[in-house]
């Protein structure tokens, strides 16, 4: 008797010794995360990345050269792929994006960022990273609930230097530096819009502000997956058929998807799955008919509601019809 009571006593300390451990990992990550999302507001640097993304049976890789000023100001210009000549510049919670297809900047308002907002109803792990672009990194990896992201951070800095994520779509994104110098580039680097006619791809405003331009109120998901919360409501336009549309955003902190919702008679290429056909309009365009399964919509009710995000198809079908 006394010796299983010691057994029972030492499987309880375990339990506690790791549940203790569990606590300090899981702060020491949001340590790091709440660093690497202030170093942006401090560190100069300019460098160059590469770029991956897979989804389906495609694959696409880019290289990307960047330069940042703090606070706020940061311009990528692409190379390579769909993405070939895209330039987009973000000054404080204006992103530009210019599309040399297109001809056309699209101008969107609301901060963003590649740092998780929150690491709740993941499984955190933290500890010494491999070698980016000759700096030694911390690295975290989150996951759950079919997620996967691993970030390398810059020990000496805080900054992002690695990205990786991996969908339960299959989709799987990945973006890392190859060459990185703090401080600013020898040459001067321009951060004001690029040319081409300027259209706003999306503008931060409350939900009522959104219903009174739109004529009609948004419709709110009874229903989130756990740990989902509201994250940003915008007017979005789509930059193939030009359909207004409300965007509300929800993210766990790690994963994240949209609800557009507009008015079907305004939604021609919601309502008939055709696109302009330009690859990099197609990739943004709510209607594009895609291949990586995290785009669900119901186009039978008024109004229209498109989910699209980092969700399987079954939850966000869930979400879509718990909004009427």
């Not at 006593?9 to 660093?35: D, P």
């Not at 291949?291 to 699209?308: E, H, I, T, W």
Request: charged share 20%.
């Amino acid at each position: 008797m006394i010796r299983w009571v010691g057994l029972v006593l030492i499987g309880g300390l375990l339990v506690v010794t790791v549940r203790v451990a569990s606590r300090l990992e899981r702060h020491e990550a949001e340590r790091w995360l709440a660093r690497a999302a202030a170093a942006p507001r401090s560190v100069a640097y300019h460098g160059r990345e590469q770029v991956r993304f897979a989804w389906g049976n495609k694959q696409m890789a880019s290289e990307v050269r960047v330069a940042h000023e703090p606070p706020d100001r940061t311009r990528l210009d692409y190379a390579g792929a769909d993405l070939d000549g895209v330039c987009v510049i973000t000054v404080g919670e204006h992103t530009w994006r210019y599309d040399p297809r297109l001809k056309r900047t699209d101008e969107a308002t609301g901060a963003a960022t590649d740092i998780p907002a929150s690491v709740a109803g993941y499984r955190v792990r933290v500890g010494p990273g491999e070698s980016v672009a000759g700096r030694a990194t911390r690295r975290i990896d989150l996951t759950g609930a079919g997620t996967a992201r691993t970030l390398w951070l810059d020990v000496q800095t805080g900054l992002l230097l690695r990205s990786r994520t991996r969908q339960p779509t299959g989709q799987s994104a990945e973006t890392t530096f190859v060459e990185l110098t703090l401080g600013a580039p020898a040459e001067p680097v321009s951060y004001e819009a690029p040319g081409g006619a300027t259209r706003h791809a999306a503008e931060t405003l409350t939900p009522a502000q959104i219903a009174a331009r739109l004529g009609f109120a948004l419709a709110q998901p009874k229903w989130l997956p756990a740990g989902f919360q509201p994250a940003g409501a915008f007017l979005f336009r789509c930059p193939c058929c030009d359909m207004l549309a409300g965007q509300l955003t929800y993210s766990n902190g790690v994963a994240a998807f949209s609800l557009f919702e507009g008015r079907i008679e305004d939604a021609s290429c919601l309502a008939t799955s055709q696109c302009c056909g330009t690859a990099q309009s197609q990739a943004a365009c709510v209607g594009a008919t895609r291949d990586d399964g995290v785009v669900v919509g119901r186009l039978d009710r008024q109004p229209v509601v498109l989910a699209v995000g980092e969700l399987p198809q079954t939850e966000l079908r869930r979400v879509v019809d718990s909004c009427y």
